[in-house]
């Protein structure tokens, strides 16, 4: 397990939840490289930049779009059924 660790790249979040962000993939990605210096430095750094990807999914929106109005059917008019009287 610790060779892997040390020596392995772990695997993508999105393979884990597909719905997962590019950006927090990348964000995953950066507080877990194998190098010192591609991580995050501090904490703070961590907690900004999860802050900002938590409110930029707050802003994403879905809309639902009305179906279109679909005008009523025109009623029939009903004639009268004449029968002859015998």
């Known amino acids: 397990v610790l060779h892997a660790i040390i020596s392995e790249e772990p695997q993508p979040v999105a393979r884990f939840n597909n719905k997962v962000s590019a950006k927090l993939q990348d964000l995953v990605d950066k507080a877990l490289a194998k190098e010192k210096e591609e991580r995050y430095q501090h904490i703070d750094d961590v907690l900004a930049d999860l802050r900002r990807e938590k409110k930029s999914l707050e802003y ?7 179906p279109e109005a679909v005008p009523p059917k025109p009623k029939k008019k009903l004639l009268p059924f004449l029968v002859p009287a015998s």
Request: no cysteine; glycine share 0%; net charge positive.
């Open 60 to 66: 994403v929106k879905t809309t639902q779009i009305p």
